[in-house]
């Protein structure tokens, strides 16, 4: 059974930082392509950031470029998403995704992704 748990969400201030973790379990990970989406009230799912199946290729949304992380370490098959200079409009839960590398289709999209976790939620105040 895959298993994707996230952790590390919290509340937080405007410039703050917090450190995502994404825990996988029941699945090949180091063949797997990792993501990150988030999902605000109202607003649809949108992609955060991808890190390739060996780590080598990461890319981010515009929204969070410059600020945010993403990293993956293989021996503890976990995921990891730094957010520096947390901005109000980072706000929402953040979800964990696996994608087959060897698939077709887009990192960029929510619906090529094989597994998901449940989310943890990230508040940032003013």
């Known amino acids: 059974q895959v298993q994707l748990v996230e952790s590390g969400g919290g509340s937080v201030q405007a410039g703050d930082s917090l450190r995502l973790a994404c825990a996988a379990s029941?699945?090949?990970?180091?063949?797997?392509?990792m993501g990150w989406f988030r999902q605000a009230p109202g607003k649809e799912r949108e992609f955060v950031s991808v890190?390739?199946?060996?780590?080598?290729?990461?890319d981010y949304s515009e929204s969070v470029k410059g600020r945010f992380t993403i990293s993956r370490d293989t021996a503890k098959k976990t995921v990891f998403l730094h957010m520096n200079n947390l901005q109000l409009a980072d706000t929402g839960v953040y979800l964990c995704?696996?994608?087959?590398?060897?698939?077709?289709?887009?990192?960029?999209?929510?619906?090529?992704?094989?597994?998901w976790g449940q989310g943890t939620q990230v508040t940032v105040s003013s």
């Open positions: 995704a696996a994608r087959n590398a060897d698939s077709t289709g887009s990192d960029y999209l929510d619906a090529t992704y094989d597994f």
């Open positions: 890190i390739s199946r060996n780590g080598d290729s990461t």
């Open positions: 029941g699945l090949p990970f180091e063949t797997f392509n």
